[in-house]
């Protein structure tokens, strides 16, 4: 991480182009050999800040209080990390808008960036998964004391033939608000990471957008604000039927 902040200074001060990684060395206090050990370019230098930056949403939503539900999980770690003086520095905003509009000019800045972005992706969908699982395993133990008969169709309904209960009608929502008995764990893991990914996009979109312009952090047109207004698109998603 030493050498991250070394390397972001170089750049925002000298530019990408200007600043070499044995500029990048000698300002973290290491010898080449051993930024080389650890990094293979000077690009990916910067890969603990983003990963840093970019991991620290999806905790939140992992500390976000037991009794929200996910849209709210969601929101609440959006404000806890982007709103500056609460989760993050100011100063510390005009960073990632600075790292972020190099990122712009740089292919192999980009990548760093979209892999960092992709790390968080995947702890998200295990902090989701998570919070998930309660709701799952009482939906399941209904099905089991016979909330959901045997037969699969429903106490007081009939269910067509060739449909299952559980899933999506023609509209898109899913029958009964929960998972059936016979969806398996691999349709519920696929549900999860599209959840996570649409979130993840929500979010990461937001910041570069915030990003490539000139309005503060802490305004209407600011992080939090796109962020949230993003995630509205999450807000009917079938999350405990997945």
């Not at 990048?24 to 910067?46: N, Q």
């Not at 009608?169 to 929960?178: E, K, L, N, R, Y």
């Not at 929500?202 to 503060?216: L, M, S």
Request: hydrophobic share 45%.
């Amino acid at each position: 991480m030493e050498i991250a902040r070394a390397a972001a200074e170089l750049f925002m001060r000298h530019g990408l182009r200007a600043t070499r990684a044995e500029d990048v060395a000698r300002a973290a206090g290491v010898a080449p050999r051993t930024f080389y050990r650890y990094f293979a370019s000077k690009e990916e230098a910067l890969g603990p800040l983003f990963s840093a930056g970019a991991e620290k949403w999806a905790e939140a939503v992992r500390d976000a209080p037991a009794g929200l539900s996910v849209p709210d999980a969601l929101r609440h770690a959006v404000v806890r990390t982007l709103t500056p003086g609460v989760g993050v520095r100011p100063e510390s905003m005009e960073w990632v808008r600075s790292l972020l509009r190099l990122a712009e000019g740089s292919p192999a800045l980009r990548r760093v960036w979209g892999e960092a972005c992709q790390g968080a992706e995947r702890t998200l969908v295990e902090v989701l998964a998570a919070r998930l699982s309660p709701a799952r395993d009482t939906a399941e133990a209904g099905a089991r004391d016979g909330a959901v008969p045997a037969d699969g169709e429903a106490s007081g309904d009939t269910v067509s033939e060739g449909t299952v209960p559980g899933d999506a009608d023609a509209g898109g929502a899913v029958s009964g608000g929960a998972v059936s008995a016979g969806v398996g764990p691999h349709v519920a893991a696929a549900g999860v990471r599209f959840g996570a990914a649409v979130a993840g996009a929500a979010v990461r979109v937001a910041v570069e957008t915030w990003a490539a312009g000139d309005d503060p952090a802490d305004g209407p047109a600011g992080p939090v604000s796109r962020a949230l207004g993003h995630l509205e698109a999450l807000r009917d998603f079938p999350w405990d039927a997945i």
